[in-house]
Every structure is written in structure tokens, then in C-alpha cells.
């Protein structure tokens, strides 16, 4: 069974940085695409930072310049660093993986930033 389990959010200040971190459990046939999504309730999950199989990187354009996206494989963990931080970038912040038209994703993480 997978499972994606977010650590790292917390309450920073604005200009602060945080680092999120996402351990997958169990194996996850040919992940198409693996990275972070966030939510603010009433809105639309939105994306923050996705990889592909191939390798490409995108972020969302509220985060470009501000956040890294990596990962580890030995650690079956992928990162999200977030420096720069805005009272807009408070959200929950989910794990999101994809094999094929399976999707997983992990239970959330509040990041709060404070102005």
C-alpha cells in the first residue's frame, strides 16, 4: 500500500523559509509525476512544484524564484524548500504522486506565514 506522508509546516514569519519533506511508503509503479500542491479552503488545490518522469521541474508562478523542489531516492523522500516566504503562501500543503491515472496523496501539512 502507498503511502505519502508529509512533515515540516509549521508558523514563520513573513520572509521566513521552511522545509517540507514527503516520505513514500510502499513502491509506486512508474510515477508518472510526483510534487506539492496546496490548498486554501474555498479555493482549488493549486500547484506548487511537480516533477516528471522525465525529469522536468514546474512550478506554479506564485513560487517561481522563491521555492526548490528535490528529492532523494535512497531516502524515498522529495523536498519542497520554500525561502521567501508570504502571508499568501499559507495554505495546506499536500504530497501528490501519479502512476498512470492513479493518484496519491499524502494528508497535509499547514504552513502559516505571518505578516
Known amino acids: 500500500q502507498v503511502r505519502l506522508v508529509e512533515s515540516g509546516g509549521g508558523l514563520v514569519q513573513a520572509g521566513g523559509s521552511l522545509r517540507l519533506s514527503c516520505l513514500v511508503s510502499g513502491s509506486i509503479r512508474s510515477p508518472t509525476a510526483m510534487g506539492w500542491y496546496r490548498q486554501t479552503p474555498g479555493k482549488q488545490r493549486e500547484l506548487v512544484a511537480v516533477?516528471?518522469?522525465?525529469?522536468?521541474?514546474n512550478f506554479g508562478d506564485s513560487v517561481k524564484g522563491r521555492f526548490t523542489f528535490s528529492r532523494d531516492n535512497a531516502k524515498n523522500t522529495v523536498y519542497l524548500q520554500m525561502n521567501g516566504l508570504k502571508p499568501e503562501d499559507t495554505a495546506v500543503y499536500y504530497c501528490h504522486a501519479q502512476s498512470g491515472t492513479t493518484y496519491y496523496w499524502g494528508q497535509g501539512t499547514q504552513v502559516t506565514v505571518s505578516s
Open positions: 516533477i516528471t518522469s522525465g525529469g522536468t521541474i
